[in-house]
T-cell receptor, first 112, second 114 residues
Framework: AQSVSQHNHHVILSEAASLELGCNYSYGGTVNLFWYVQYPGQHLQLLLKYFSGDPLVKGIKGFEAEFIKSKFSFNLRKPSVQWSDTAEYFCAVNAGNNDMRFGAGTRLTVKP | KAGVTQTPRYLIKTRGQQVTLSCSPISGHRSVSWYQQTPGQGLQFLFEYFSETQRNKGNFPGRFSGRQFSNSRSEMNVSTLELGDSALYLC?????????????FGSGTRLTVV
């Protein structure tokens, strides 16, 4: 069955540290990949998406993600996090059956 | 354009009762998907409606049902509520089926079953 795995449940960083959140999926066909963010008390928002082309995609607020097809991965990165990046991050995959499946989420806490 | 509107924002129900949640998608969006969000479980897919038809359904019991109206507004119903149904229920709107190009989410309805 199609699944999405996020390796870290809770990540704690200091401001200016670099961030990488892992995401792996299990589906062998064509996929559309997404990262969503949920800031405290707010609704889920789209951070970035990959459909095709350059496997390195850039999103809002300095985030980027790299699609590595051979590893079935779509990791989220940011070179230098800010306190305002404290949020929960969800990886999502839309696979051939056009269902959007989400990972369990990674909670990021950035210490000022 | 207006975002995705979910009503009510909060609900408290007792076990055994039933509840109806409502979602108005972005104007022009024909797909509405429902998710259950609980701590540690992420978002669990409930079902999707597209042009008034249920396109897909997740692994939830038959107590969970939904429908979509001709104006694309959608409702979901949970009957015979259980304590484990306490969660944030999210509605996601998309232009095409399955959120293929991404979703716009509502703020959710937080259901507490006591």
């Amino acid at each position: 069955a199609q699944s999405v795995s996020q390796h870290n449940h809770h990540v704690i960083l200091s401001e200016a540290a670099s961030l990488e959140l892992g995401c792996n999926y299990s589906y062998g066909g064509t996929v559309n990949l997404f990262w969503y963010v949920q800031y405290p008390g707010q609704h889920l928002q789209l951070l970035l998406k990959y459909f095709s082309g350059d496997p390195l995609v850039k999103g809002i607020k300095g985030f980027e993600a790299e699609f590595i097809k051979s590893k079935f991965s779509f990791n989220l990165r940011k070179p230098s996090v800010q306190w305002s990046d404290t949020a929960e991050y969800f990886c999502a995959v839309n696979a051939g059956n056009n269902d959007m499946r989400f990972g369990a989420g990674t909670r990021l806490t950035v210490k000022p | 354009k207006a975002g995705v509107t979910q009503t009510p924002r909060y609900l408290i129900k007792t076990r055994g009762q039933q509840v109806t949640l409502s979602c108005s998608p972005i104007s022009g969006h024909r797909s509405v998907s429902w998710y259950q969000q609980t701590p540690g479980q992420g978002l669990q897919f409930l079902f999707e409606y597209f042009s008034e038809t249920q396109r897909n359904k997740g692994n939830f019991p038959g107590r969970f049902s939904g429908r979509q109206f001709s104006n694309s507004r959608s409702e979901m119903n949970v009957s015979t509520l259980e304590l484990g149904d306490s969660a944030l229920y999210l509605c996601a709107s998309s232009l095409g089926a399955g959120g293929e190009h991404g979703y716009t989410f509502g703020s959710g309805t937080r259901l507490t079953v006591v």
